[in-house]
């Protein structure tokens, strides 16, 4: 079965209400990263892109309502700070992915530390999204326990609590019951459309 964008969309609007060629372009990106993988997992995907990006579903900057001189002042990580659809921050972090991207062909080795903000273009952001939720990049978790396998149901929905925990995968707890709210969106208009 080839997935319904049509009904996807329509599930989505519904609940989310009219979106811009923006939000969508950014969804299309996420749902091309997500490609195989299980309905709870994309659905989360989508949600928390959907909060850590304002509703923008457009790669950030971390702290974008400030200036970079701030960022340059403020942060310990600069000039690795966050950037992407989730903020993939340090240097360490910034390595890992460009190994990732590499190996994935979507860049060459080097490049996304020659030039950080390729972290900003939508779809290396969706990939080291997916590669980070999927390997526990983002919680601050050296040990990497905070993954979507962790966290959520590899076939069939999720429920309310996993959701919820699977905030834990980006940044404890914090936003999660609002979070858990937009993944049964997502995940009803990624249902509607066919997603396996």
């Known amino acids: 079965m080839t997935f319904d964008k049509g009904a996807f969309y329509e599930t989505v609007r519904k609940r989310l209400g009219r979106l811009s060629t923006m939000q969508v372009e950014g ?72 190994k990732e991207l590499a190996d994935a062909g979507l860049i060459k080795r080097g490049e996304l530390l020659a030039n950080l903000d390729l972290a900003m273009r939508p779809d290396i952001a969706a990939f080291i999204m997916r590669k980070g939720m999927e390997e526990g990049w983002f919680s601050g978790d050296k040990k990497g326990r905070h993954t979507f396998a962790r966290h959520l149901p590899a076939k ?35 249902r509607d459309g066919g997603w396996e």
């Not at 002042?73 to 659809?85: A, D, I």
């Open 156 to 190: 069939g929905v999720a429920t309310k609590a996993q959701y919820i925990q699977a905030r834990r995968i980006i940044n404890l707890l914090d936003d999660a019951e609002e979070i858990e709210g937009f993944a049964q969106v997502f995940e009803r208009g990624l």
């Open 27 to 98: 969804i299309e990106a996420i749902l091309a990263a997500m490609e195989g993988a299980p309905l709870a997992y994309t659905s989360y995907a989508l949600a928390t892109a959907w909060k850590e990006t304002n509703k923008t579903m457009q790669p950030v900057h971390e702290a974008y309502w400030l200036s970079e001189n701030w960022r340059r002042n403020n942060l310990r990580y600069y000039p690795h700070y966050g950037r992407g659809l989730v903020q993939i921050t340090w240097p360490e972090n910034y390595e890992k992915a460009d």
